[in-house]
C-alpha cells in the first residue's frame, strides 16, 4: 500500500507570511496533483505534475514535483486570508491508476 | 475541466433507511470514484464506479451496503443502505479526466440521526 505523508497538518499564520506544504513517499508516483478544499464544497484541482523536476506557478503558489517523483512541495508567497483552506496532495502509482491522499493541511490565514 | 454535480447536498436521515447519491459530469471522463471524507479530513476511496459492470469496492466496503451504479459515462449514483449514525459523512464524486486528472463534486453532507 502507498504512503503519502503531508505536513504539516496545521498551519496558522499571519497575512503576508510564506509558508511551504510538503508530501513524501517512499513510492514513485507517475503524477501528483494539488487540491485545496473550502468548508461546504468539494476539492477544486490547483495543478498536476508528471515530470520529476518539474515546477509549477499558480499565481502566489509554486508547485514542485521531486526528481524522484517521490515527493512534492507546495509554497504560498505572501498568503491571504483568501488562501485558508483544506490542501490535500494526491498520487497516483500509474497512468489511471487510483489516487493515494495525504492527510490535508489545514491552512488558517490571519488578517 | 470537467464540471461535476451531486445530488442531494445535504440530507439528514432516519437510521435504518437508505439515500443514493446522484453524480452527473458534464463530459464523458474515463472513470468515476466515490470517496467518503470526515470535515477537515483527507478522503477515503469507498469504489471505482465502472460503466455497465458492478463497482470495484476498496477494502472495508462491501457492495451491499454501498450499492453503486454507472450506466453511461457521465452518470453514476451511491447509494448508502440501511444508514447508521457511522454513516454520518461527506460523500464525494470523482471523475478522471485522461491519464491523470481528476475533478471532484461538491459533495453531499449526510448526517443520521
Redesign the interface.
Known amino acids: 500500500t502507498q504512503l503519502l505523508e503531508q505536513s504539516p497538518q496545521f498551519l496558522s499564520i499571519q497575512e503576508g507570511e510564506n509558508l511551504t506544504v510538503y508530501c513524501n513517499s517512499s513510492s514513485v508516483f507517475?503524477?501528483l496533483?494539488w487540491?485545496r478544499q473550502e468548508?461546504?464544497?468539494?476539492?477544486?484541482?490547483l495543478v498536476?505534475v508528471?515530470t520529476g523536476g518539474e515546477v509549477k506557478k499558480l499565481k502566489r503558489l509554486t508547485f514542485q514535483f521531486g526528481d524522484a517523483r517521490k515527493d512534492s512541495s507546495l509554497h504560498i508567497t505572501a498568503a491571504q486570508p483568501g488562501d485558508t483552506g483544506?490542501y490535500?496532495c494526491?498520487g497516483?502509482s500509474t497512468?489511471?491508476g487510483?489516487?493515494t491522499?495525504?492527510?490535508?493541511t489545514?491552512l488558517t490565514v490571519h488578517p | 475541466s470537467a464540471v461535476i454535480s451531486q445530488k442531494p447536498s445535504r440530507d439528514i436521515c432516519q437510521r435504518g433507511t437508505s439515500l443514493t447519491i446522484q453524480c452527473q459530469v458534464d463530459s464523458q471522463v474515463t472513470m468515476m470514484f466515490w470517496y467518503r471524507q470526515q470535515p477537515g479530513q483527507s478522503l477515503t476511496l469507498i469504489a471505482t464506479a465502472n460503466q455497465g459492470s458492478e463497482a470495484t469496492y476498496e477494502s472495508g466496503f462491501v457492495i451491499d451496503k454501498f450499492p453503486i451504479s454507472r450506466p453511461n459515462l457521465t452518470f453514476s449514483t451511491l447509494t448508502v443502505s440501511n444508514m447508521s449514525p457511522e454513516d454520518s459523512s461527506i460523500y464525494l464524486c470523482s471523475g478522471r479526466e485522461g491519464e491523470e486528472t481528476q475533478y471532484f463534486g461538491p459533495g453531499t453532507r449526510l448526517l443520521v440521526l
Not at chain 1, 101 to 104: L, S, T, V, Y
Open positions: 507517475s503524477s496533483q487540491y468548508p461546504g464544497e468539494g476539492p477544486v484541482l498536476t508528471v483544506l490535500l494526491a497516483a497512468s489511471y487510483k489516487l491522499f495525504g492527510q490535508g489545514i
